[in-house]
T-cell receptor, first 115, second 116 residues
Framework: GAGVSQSPSNKVTEKGKDVELRCDPISGHTALYWYRQSLGQGLEFLIYFQGNSAPDKSGLPSDRFSAERTGGSVSTLTIQRTQQEDSAVYLC?????????????FGPGTRLTVL | AQTVTQSQPEMSVQEAETVTLSCTYDTSESDYYLFWYKQPPSRQMILVIRQEAYKQQNATENRFSVNFQKAAKSFSLKISDSQLGDAAMYFCAYRSANNAGNMLTFGGGTRLMVKP
């Protein structure tokens, strides 16, 4: 079946604008994660969704960042009033259920550039 | 909080040779999982190999194997018979067995170059 998809692939925006990044997880996967990869660095956790439970927002860097997951499937990461330091690749991952052993399947990411 | 450190920003290996990528981590937990992910220029993260902390035997996947030293908190990746397609960024990652969300904690990555 299809893997995790993300759109857009690349996004260029001006400082102060809002952006929305979309993630389509693998069908049937109940857990969904967002990570951020700044230039030349590793990935840092942002937010996690599991089924209908309240999301774990502990990794969000500021209140300008928010995310939602509709119908337990598609997720949207929103960054308000973007800043240059928000420039990064935003990666989404999903798993069938929450388990330490389960592989997280990653999408190709969205490269965000804030001018 | 757990931390993962990859001390080699870049590594280079001759095609068909063997290379070892280093990873150390810091945790107070006894039950956890460790992973190596490959990220080619396409940005797609691909799982290479994983290790359960409670297992003493080192994991192997074809040309890829790990040297897991739990007491030293070390988890290195060995790539044998390196191929041009192995060129990529490699990330070591930690995942708690106790955390409800089981999110991954990543190291900073090692860029592997393979010379023909």
């Amino acid at each position: 079946g299809a893997g995790v998809s993300q759109s857009p692939s690349n996004k260029v925006t001006e400082k102060g604008k809002d952006v929305e990044l979309r993630c389509d997880p693998i069908s049937g996967h109940t857990a969904l994660y967002w990570y951020r990869q700044s230039l030349g660095q590793g990935l840092e956790f942002l937010i996690y969704f599991q089924g209908n439970s309240a999301p774990d927002k502990s990794g969000l860097p500021s209140d300008r960042f928010s995310a939602e997951r509709t119908g337990g499937s598609v997720s949207t990461l929103t960054i308000q009033r973007t800043q240059q330091e928000d420039s990064a690749v935003y990666l989404c991952a999903s798993t069938p259920w929450v388990s330490s052993y389960n592989e997280q399947f990653f999408g190709p990411g969205t490269r965000l550039t804030v001018l | 909080a757990q931390t993962v450190t990859q001390s080699q920003p870049e590594m280079s290996v001759q095609e068909a040779e063997t290379v070892t990528l280093s990873c150390t981590y810091d945790t107070s937990e006894s039950d956890y999982y460790l992973f190596w992910y490959k990220q080619p220029p396409s940005r797609q993260m691909i799982l290479v190999i994983r290790q359960e902390a409670y297992k003493q035997q080192n994991a192997t996947e074809n040309r890829f194997s790990v040297n897991f030293q739990k007491a030293a908190k070390s988890f290195s990746l060995k790539i044998s018979d390196s191929q041009l397609g192995d060129a990529a960024m490699y990330f070591c990652a930690y995942r708690s067995a106790n955390n409800a969300g089981n999110m991954l904690t990543f190291g900073g990555g090692t860029r592997l170059m393979v010379k023909p």
